[in-house]
């Protein structure tokens, strides 16, 4: 039988009571690997090894049984100590057992040795694997409690109502200073709406459940008065070795305000887009709405010059002529009214142009101007508009976008001043050069904003608008807008003493954008093919130019194809951009490539500016691109200008 390896540590001064133990030992089939010290620093030193048991005289001279047990003791070994001694004594053993002695065994009595130790050795694995389940133990609650603290949910553990444990994140929730502030707090204070059964617990702890409580939505209260939108659920849990219940709950303020404002951003896109399909539908109808009032405003002009003629020979045409020049002043403002319908028509086609659109050069007066018009109703109550436009350099943009950008930005100067005292407040919109850039500075006399807020400005939905009026997105798409284009925004302001946000963008570079100044009337009178598939337009196209030119109205644009197969000459073509069948494009591609020459005459018309293929045309200067409704004056000025290019010589 191969014998078992025993370290053992002894205490003991006689070297022949050592012998004696170990004799003991090996007779019983140990194998002892023994150390024998009798000094306090041999003890200490020899601790530091692992031992299976140590065996200690009581009476070791400086190093009795109660100094080696305390010693053991201060050393946090858990090795059993057997105290065995020469002298049995009651009140030794009683000692030497309170100093922390698993035995205590009379050298007389050698035979309780070995079944001691084998107990003892057994104890101890006993002891060993408790020692480590109980640190296992602990480092899992350790990491538990750590886990829970940073767990981001608030977590509440309470019994019979009342709080006994928080995490950080509850902490926060609730807006309290610490745990301490929550601890022994009614749980149902703290709930604003209903259902509170979610903090009860129902169940004992022999039926805890293993899963959570369904979510449930709540209105929590804080500690500061403030409500607060939460999703919990609950569970019974055992803490502290009673029942209690684990809530778990989850802030859904942001969710929910995101939500909303989603939902508000999704209404806007559909009423944007709903704006321009308005806008294009406007435009067809107003197109010969105002050709038609420009016509029968020259019609009674010429009519109201000969009846002025007439009543000066017969005074009783004096009331004719004096209505007609009441007609007159009508149709005007008839006209005027018409213009405008067209300019809104067109900012809004303009603003709801998607992000995808193709850049060109924009000139900011205009875009300015559109945004004014677009804000005029916000405005007009509020304060006076104040232009300072200076001549700069066209940028490179999409046009939508950089009226996207101008719009947000000026309806933000009319919130920032309240109605009711328009003639004491004022937005100003300057645009001036600055360097190789184009800056656009509004300025206005409202609230102003607090130091604090001006770094959040930009933040993704911050606002300090009321409910309602604002979606907290408008600068933060607005910045992202300019950066995009090269350029930056700038913003000063204080409380009370208003606002001035700046844009500055880089200029085209090499480009300008001409002034109006071509010639209005033509040289000659033209033959002009006008080609629309609405034909009502066509005929008020033809009536306004009637006493001008020639013009024939065609409604579908592959007759108009083979009228110039067949030979017929035009000075000027006018052609409808969206059409079925065979679109303007299409047909000014078949003009282009069967009639090269006359594919400088054509002109093209479209009711939506905003359609890449009508940029495309205008972008490479095949054509020159027109908008519904159109302008009879430019209308002129391009007959006058295609006639003068080409010398009066007819193309086919």
């Known amino acids: 039988?191969?014998?078992?390896?025993?370290?053992?540590?002894?205490?003991?001064?006689?070297?022949?009571?050592?012998?004696?133990?170990?004799?003991?030992?090996?007779?019983?089939?140990?194998?002892?690997?023994?150390?024998?010290?009798?000094?306090?620093?041999?003890?200490?030193?020899?601790?530091?090894?692992?031992?299976?048991?140590?065996?200690c005289d009581y009476s070791?001279?400086?190093?009795?049984?109660?100094?080696?047990?305390?010693?053991?003791?201060?050393?946090?070994?858990?090795?059993?100590?057997?105290?065995?001694?020469?002298?049995?004594?009651?009140?030794?053993?009683v000692t030497s057992m309170r100093h922390g002695a698993q035995d205590f065994i009379s050298k007389d009595k050698l035979s309780r040795l070995v079944p001691a130790i084998e107990r003892e050795l057994r104890d101890s694995e006993v002891r060993i694997k408790h020692a480590r389940v109980v640190s296992t133990l602990r480092a899992a609650e350790a990491s538990l409690r750590a886990a829970f603290e940073l767990i981001p949910d608030a977590l509440?553990?309470?019994?019979?109502?009342?709080?006994?444990?928080?995490?950080?994140?509850?902490?926060?929730?609730?807006?309290?200073?610490?745990?301490?502030?929550?601890?022994?707090?009614?749980?149902?204070?703290?709930i604003s709406s209903a259902p509170q059964e979610i903090f009860d617990l129902h169940r004992s702890e022999t039926d805890l459940p293993h899963e959570p409580t369904a979510a449930v939505d709540l209105s929590m209260v804080r500690l500061d008065g403030r409500s607060v939108d939460v999703e919990a659920t609950a569970t019974p849990v055992l803490f502290d070795g009673e029942p209690a219940m684990l809530a778990v709950i989850r802030d859904v303020s942001a969710r929910r305000e995101l939500v909303a404002r989603t939902m508000q951003v999704d209404r806007m896109i559909a009423i944007g887009t709903l704006a321009a399909g308005v806008g294009h539908e406007i435009n067809n109808p107003l197109a010969y709405?105002?050709?038609?009032?420009?016509?029968?405003?020259?019609?009674?002009?010429?009519?109201?010059?000969?009846?002025?003629?007439?009543?000066?020979?017969?005074?009783a045409l004096e009331p004719l002529a004096a209505t007609m020049l009441e007609v007159i002043a009508v149709l005007e403002e008839a006209e005027d009214g018409a213009r405008r319908i067209r300019d809104i028509a067109r900012d809004l086609k303009n603003y709801a142009r998607n992000d995808q659109e193709d850049h060109g050069l924009v000139d900011v007066?205009?875009?300015?101007?559109?945004?004014?018009?677009?804000?005029?109703?916000?405005?007009?109550?509020r304060a006076r508009v104040v232009r300072e436009f200076a001549e700069v350099?066209?940028?490179?943009?999409?046009?939508?976008?950089?009226?996207?950008?101008?719009?947000?930005?000026?309806?933000?100067?009319?919130?920032?001043?309240?109605?009711?005292?328009?003639?004491?407040?004022?937005?100003?919109?300057?645009?001036?050069?600055?360097?190789?850039?184009?800056?656009?500075?509004?300025?206005?006399t409202g609230c102003g904003i607090p130091p604090e807020h001006i770094d959040r400005l930009f933040t993704p939905f911050f606002t300090t608008k009321p409910a309602g009026k604002g979606t907290g997105l408008g600068l933060s798409i607005s910045r992202r807008i300019v950066r995009a284009l090269g350029g930056d925004i700038h913003v000063q302001s204080a409380p009370g003493r208003g606002t001035t946000m700046t844009v500055v963008l880089?200029?085209?570079?090499?480009?300008?954008?001409?002034?109006?100044?071509?010639?209005?009337?033509?040289?000659?009178?033209?033959?002009?093919?006008?080609?629309?598939?609405?034909?009502?337009?066509?005929?008020?196209?033809?009536?306004?130019?009637s006493r001008e030119h020639d013009v024939v109205v065609v409604d579908d644009a592959g007759e108009a194809f083979d009228r110039l197969r067949a030979g017929q000459v035009y000075d000027?073509?006018?052609?409808?951009?969206?059409?079925?069948?065979?679109?303007?494009?299409?047909?000014?591609?078949?003009?282009?490539?069967?009639?090269?020459?006359?594919?400088?005459?054509?002109?093209?018309?479209?009711?939506?500016?905003?359609?890449?293929?009508?940029?495309?045309?205008?972008?490479?200067q095949r054509a020159p691109v027109l908008e519904k409704p159109l302008d009879m004056t430019e209308v002129r000025a391009h007959v006058a200008k295609v006639l003068a290019d080409s010398r009066s010589r007819p193309m086919r």
């Open 60 to 93: 070791v001279p400086a190093l009795d049984a109660p100094t080696t047990l305390a010693i053991i003791r201060d050393r946090q070994v858990n090795t059993p100590c057997i105290v065995v001694s020469g002298r049995v004594g009651e009140e030794h053993a």
């Open 289 to 315: 709405i105002m050709a038609n009032l420009g016509y029968a405003s020259d019609e009674l002009g010429r009519v109201q010059r000969s009846l002025a003629v007439a009543a000066a020979r017969d005074p």
């Open 393 to 444: 350099a066209p940028i490179r943009a999409g046009r939508s976008r950089v009226g996207q950008v101008l719009l947000n930005l000026i309806l933000n100067a009319a919130h920032a001043i309240g109605e009711g005292k328009p003639d004491a407040n004022e937005i100003l919109v300057r645009i001036q050069p600055v360097g190789d850039s184009v800056a656009i500075e509004i300025r206005d």
């Open 1 to 55: 039988m191969t014998a078992r390896t025993l370290r053992l540590l002894l205490v003991e001064d006689n070297p022949e009571d050592a012998d004696l133990l170990l004799h003991e030992l090996r007779q019983a089939g140990f194998d002892p690997q023994a150390r024998r010290v009798e000094t306090r620093a041999a003890l200490e030193q020899a601790l530091q090894s692992a031992w299976d048991v140590i065996l």
């Open 572 to 620: 000027v073509i006018f052609c409808d951009l969206n059409m079925p069948t065979m679109t303007g494009v299409d047909l000014f591609d078949a003009i282009e490539r069967s009639f090269p020459s006359l594919a400088r005459r054509v002109v093209v018309i479209t009711g939506d500016a905003t359609d890449a293929r009508a940029g495309a045309l205008a972008e490479t």
């Open 365 to 381: 007066r205009e875009a300015a101007d559109s945004a004014l018009r677009m804000a005029a109703a916000e405005i007009r109550q």
């Open 156 to 190: 509440l553990i309470h019994r019979d109502g009342r709080i006994v444990h928080a995490n950080m994140a509850a902490v926060q929730l609730l807006g309290a200073n610490g745990v301490e502030d929550l601890i022994a707090k009614s749980v149902h204070s703290l």
């Open 506 to 545: 880089p200029a085209a570079r090499h480009t300008s954008i001409p002034a109006a100044a071509m010639r209005t009337t033509a040289e000659r009178r033209a033959r002009i093919l006008f080609v629309d598939d609405e034909r009502i337009v066509g005929v008020a196209f033809q009536r306004a130019l």
